[in-house]
T-cell receptor, first 113, second 114 residues
Framework: QQQVKQSPQSLIVQKGGISIINCAYE??????FPWYQQFPGKGPALLIA?????SEKKEGRFTISFNKSAKQFSLHIMDSQPGDSATYFC????????????FGSGTKLNVKP | KAGVTQTPRYLIKTRGQQVTLSCSPISGHRSVSWYQQTPGQGLQFLFEYFSETQRNKGNFPGRFSGRQFSNSRSEMNVSTLELGDSALYLCASSTGQANSYEQYFGPGTRLTVT
């Protein structure tokens, strides 16, 4: 059973546009929701993360929106650039489960120049 | 600060063999987690070590094992390799402390089983 469901599987966006990736979860015990960016041949890099006590977190062009009642969270990439082309993973974890992260299936983003 | 390092970066093994992968966490980090990444199953948690003790484990067979040394370096071992074990194996480093959630991944070891 997949604990975190991610969509879409792939996404094509024009340069300067907004990229939106969505994730949904079932386990209400999750209390940490990070997003990772992975380039080919590299390990995932922590991009931004949110805790369930806030509804939005922004870092530069990247924003996480969190809807606790709907058990959904999303990543918004503003002013998308070709350099943002990568695979993005959402994840969730439970504090007392010590770093056991459940990952979404990934979204391959292609930003066209 | 140096990042997470993993060695070797690439490995080719034959079915039935065993393999050992190594991970050195970020200096000062005491927790190392291991993940398997495949196109079909995505990123799956294998186990986590903190202060030389396994604190958590995922749903993998006993052929997958690990250990952590006093300097926080960790090794992962896979015995009796199967074709399905071909994957990118990632380790992630964190402080391991309560309320410190950030995990930082290494570049991974690409294992190919033939």
């Amino acid at each position: 059973q997949q604990q975190v469901k991610q969509s879409p599987q792939s996404l094509i966006v024009q340069k300067g546009g907004i990229s939106i990736i969505n994730c949904a979860y079932e386990n209400t015990a999750f209390d940490y929701f990070p997003w990772y960016q992975q380039f080919p041949g590299k390990g995932p890099a922590l991009l931004i993360a949110i805790r369930p006590d806030v509804s939005e977190k922004k870092e530069g062009r990247f924003t996480i929106s969190f809807n606790k009642s709907a058990k959904q969270f999303s990543l918004h990439i503003m002013d998308s650039q070709p350099g943002d082309s990568a695979t993005y993973f959402c994840a969730a974890s439970i504090r007392y489960n010590f770093n056991k992260f459940y990952f979404g299936s990934g979204t391959k983003l292609n930003v066209k120049p | 600060k140096a990042g997470v390092t993993q060695t070797p970066r690439y490995l080719i093994k034959t079915r039935g063999q065993q393999v050992t992968l190594s991970c050195s966490p970020i200096s000062g980090h005491r927790s190392v987690s291991w993940y398997q990444q495949t196109p079909g199953q995505g990123l799956q948690f294998l186990f986590e070590y903190f202060s030389e003790t396994q604190r958590n484990k995922g749903n993998f067979p006993g052929r997958f094992s690990g250990r952590q040394f006093s300097n926080s370096r960790s090794e992962m071992n896979v015995s009796t390799l199967e074709l399905g074990d071909s994957a990118l194996y990632l380790c992630a480093s964190s402080t391991g402390q309560a309320n410190s959630y950030e995990q930082y991944f290494g570049p991974g070891t690409r294992l190919t089983v033939t």
